[in-house]
T-cell receptor
Framework: DTEVTQTPKHLVMGMTNKKSLKCEQH?????MYWYKQKAKKPPELMFV???????INESVPSRFSPECPNSSLLNLHLHALQPEDSALYLC???????????FGSGTQLSVL | AQSVTQLGSHVSVSEGALVLLRCNYS??????LFWYVQYPNQGLQLLLK??????LVKGINGFEAEFKKSETSFHLTKPSAHMSDAAEYFC??????????FGQGTELSVKP
């Protein structure tokens, strides 16, 4: 299994809602990542987990809250988002930090 | 600090023609370099990577890239373009803490 599975594929939420994005991999990878990607732009790193510990937070606003419950799962909790947070959110994993990342297909998020 | 510059935000080739996508990097340490491809509405997929050793790297789908230290380049090539190669291509360098630093991307169009 070489897949990173993200759910949901699409999400529409209001600015007062609370929602969560989920990511799962069963490749035994110990590094997991959240990226944000705007249309026609490269992915921007948000968070990195290494061995289930948060190792990088790219000064992301607190309305985004990551969680790594175990080595296979990565969540991104969303609360009080702004319309400018609308984007494609990509999860990735790798065996070695920063090498050969496997990406999921992403969650297309729209904030109204 | 590491950085990547992709020359040309859009490249158009005819089917069967040579594909050349340009990438120049800046790194204070020996670089780890990557090319990723992103098809519409999908996540990124690793095409190839250079870490150490042979400077000509072969990847999937007939793509290859050559690491040239003297030119600080890592250009991506494919001898004969196929319609299915139309996508967004990102060059990336591994940064501190395992961060992947992406270039701005090059959109490849293939004309019949």
């Amino acid at each position: 299994d070489t897949e990173v599975t993200q759910t949901p594929k699409h999400l529409v939420m209001g600015m007062t809602n609370k929602k969560s994005l989920k990511c799962e991999q069963h490749m035994g990878h110990r590094a997991m990542y959240w990226y944000k990607q705007k249309a026609k732009k490269p992915p921007e790193l948000m968070f990195v987990y290494s061995y289930e510990k948060l190792s990088i937070n790219e000064s992301v606003p607190s309305r985004f809250s990551p969680e790594c419950p175990n080595s296979s799962l990565l969540n991104l909790h969303l609360h009080a988002l702004q319309p400018e947070d609308s984007a494609l959110y990509l999860c990735a994993s790798s065996q070695i930090l920063g090498e050969k990342l496997f990406f999921g297909s992403g969650t297309q998020l729209s904030v109204l | 600090a590491q950085s990547v510059t992709q020359l040309g935000s859009h490249v158009s080739v005819s089917e069967g023609a040579l594909v050349l996508l340009r990438c120049n990097y800046s790194s204070s340490v020996p670089p780890y370099l990557f090319w990723y491809v992103q098809y519409p509405n999908q996540g990124l997929q690793l095409l190839l990577k250079y870490t150490t050793g042979a400077t000509l790297v072969k990847g999937i789908n007939g793509f290859e890239a050559e690491f040239k230290k003297s030119e600080t380049s890592f250009h991506l090539t494919k001898p004969s373009a196929h319609m299915s190669d139309a996508a967004e291509y990102f060059c990336a360098v591994r940064g501190q803490g395992g961060k992947l630093i992406f270039g701005q991307g090059t959109e490849l169009s293939v004309k019949p």
